[in-house]
């Protein structure tokens, strides 16, 4: 069995400590007996739950023992034991691991037949690409990487419905992964499963703070109806997007927003003609190759408000 872990080592050693006992489980772990050292690591975690130290050797033990799920049980356990204790700090630690043990390999048939198939996804050939992908997850299964790359493939071959399965499975194993959370609250509002956004939505996780996370959450918020905090939050990207371009949805979201205030009309047009102007370039639509707002099915509304606008 081998463990191979992106640019890092799984088992680095925890900070030194003066607990006999962990010293003791260190002690069996440094001498290769990993039995007697989870069992020893297993004892200080149930009798100290709040020890980083001793969650992130149990969960590295567990995963050679037990299989990622198990590993990733006792970190996700130890954040919603200790998540209102710990420090931001802290917190990017235990997701950091979490990420660390969703990335690992943990056997060499899941390695040789993932790393052939990443010359193939880069150069998009998914149709020689998919067959060592699947071979690898039956192997690894859980590990947010590969599945990271079966999703490329499933969009690029237009697979949508499986890319968005196999999405909610790599966020089931890693929801701290910042590319699986942008890429599933986006696929959730192409399947109008806007509430799932919602759902999802932690702004105080720094997974969710990306631009493409926000306009997310935005047009779920507006597509609920709840105009206020859609309006505050798509403000809010105009000011963030000033240095870069400005998804077409964020200004046909505003423009209607501000077409259904009082007095607003005013303030809508000039977003409304935006959009329009964006709508005869699609590309400006797309995000990976793909639109997952149908930004081109609300061309008619568009040029209906206005129209309506400019007859009051």
């Not at 701290?176 to 509002?189: G, Q």
Request: a positive charge; hydrophobic letters at 45%.
């Amino acid at each position: 069995m081998v463990f191979l872990l992106l640019g890092s080592v799984v088992f680095a050693a925890p900070a030194p400590t003066k607990d006999p006992m962990s010293r003791a489980a260190e002690y069996y772990f440094s001498r290769h007996d990993y039995r007697q050292s989870f069992q020893l690591w297993a004892d200080v975690l149930k009798r100290e739950p709040q020890s980083m130290e001793a969650a992130f050797r149990v969960a590295e033990l567990k995963l050679m023992f037990e299989g990622r799920g198990a590993a990733r049980s006792v970190l996700k356990q130890f954040l919603e034991t200790n998540g209102e204790l710990l420090s931001v700090d802290a917190k990017k630690q235990v997701q950091g691991k979490l990420s660390i043990l969703a990335n690992t390999f943990v056997s060499d048939e899941g390695q040789s037949n993932f790393f052939p198939a990443l010359p193939r996804v880069a150069r998009k050939d998914c149709a020689g690409a998919m067959p060592l992908l699947n071979q690898a997850i039956y192997f690894e299964k859980g590990n947010v990487r590969i599945l990271k790359e079966r999703a490329k493939c499933e969009k690029i071959l237009g697979t949508y419905d499986k890319y968005y399965e196999t999405l909610k499975l790599a966020y089931d194993n890693n929801p701290y992964d910042s590319d699986v959370v942008e890429n599933l609250m986006e696929a959730h509002v192409y399947f109008l499963q806007y509430h799932k956004v919602l759902e999802m939505a932690h702004p105080k996780e720094e997974a969710f703070r990306s631009l493409r996370s926000r306009r997310a959450l935005a047009y779920a918020l507006f597509q609920t109806g709840a105009n206020s905090q859609a309006l505050a939050q798509f403000q809010g990207l105009m000011e963030a997007a000033r240095a870069s371009s400005v998804h077409p949805i964020t200004l046909y979201a505003l423009g209607k927003l501000f077409a259904a205030r009082l007095g607003g009309a005013g303030e809508a047009v000039p977003f409304l003609e935006r959009f329009l102007v964006a709508s005869t370039r699609p590309e400006l639509a797309l995000i990976d190759g793909w639109d997952p707002y149908h930004s081109a099915d609300k061309l008619t509304e568009a040029q209906q408000i206005l129209v309506s606008i400019k007859k009051t």
